[in-house]
């Protein structure tokens, strides 16, 4: 049987290490998946992505050490435009751009001056609940339909 700790890849586990997580095999294979693939993983998607390296993990280790990952801040969990939780191995403050057709998302930055984009009212009765925020965060979502969709989408038109 394979050790707990076999972590052969001493970039995935040094960030580990440096967020003071153990470096255990299941960590090392999580971090590892979502790093290399720029992907933002569902727990399902990955759970399946696992197994198909032939690295399985059981469901509830996954998802015990998806926890402990983004507890200590070395993933973020997010909710996607979909409603569905993911996860993003990208810690860095970034922007998403969502494929509304097959679910794609692309890690992006947001161009112009997002520093200034202030909340406004949709309704004017609300705009008096606006006044006196101070606001602390800022983030923008892209959405749309990626090439590969589009060519399929006008292939079947
Ligand atoms: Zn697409
Ligand atoms: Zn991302």
Same mark, same amino acid.
């Given at each position: ?12 586990? $040094? ?6 997580? !153990?470096?255990?095999?299941?960590? @090392?294979? =999580? /971090?590892? /998946?979502?790093?290399?693939? !720029?992907?933002?993983?569902?727990? $399902?998607?990955?759970?399946?992505? /696992?197994?198909? $390296? +032939?690295?399985? =993990?059981? =469901?509830?280790? /996954?998802?015990?050490? %998806? ?6 801040? &070395?993933?973020?969990?997010?909710? +996607? #435009? ?6 993003? *191995? ?8 969502? @494929?509304? &057709? ?6 992006? %930055? ?13 309704? #004017? ?11 602390? +965060?800022?983030?923008? $979502? ?5 090439? *590969?969709?589009?060519? !399929? ?5």
């Amino acid at each position: 049987m394979k050790t707990d700790m076999s972590c052969n890849d001493d970039r995935i586990r $040094e960030r580990l290490v440096a967020h003071g997580l !153990r470096p255990t095999r299941a960590r @090392c294979r =999580i /971090l590892a /998946l979502l790093s290399a693939r !720029r992907e933002h993983f569902t727990p $399902e998607a990955m759970y399946d992505a /696992l197994r198909a $390296e +032939g690295t399985p =993990i059981s =469901i509830a280790t /996954l998802y015990q050490n %998806l926890a402990k990952l983004s507890e200590a801040g &070395v993933i973020r969990r997010f909710v +996607g #435009p979909d409603g569905v939780n993911r996860y993003d *191995a990208v810690t860095e403050p970034h922007h998403h751009l969502f @494929c509304e &057709v097959c679910g794609r998302m692309v890690d992006v %930055l947001a161009k112009g001056p997002l520093s200034s984009v202030v909340p406004e009212a949709v309704f #004017p009765e609300d705009r008096s609940d606006l006044a006196g925020w101070k606001i602390k +965060g800022r983030k923008v $979502e892209f959405t749309g339909v990626c090439p *590969a969709c589009q060519a !399929r989408l006008a292939r079947s038109a």
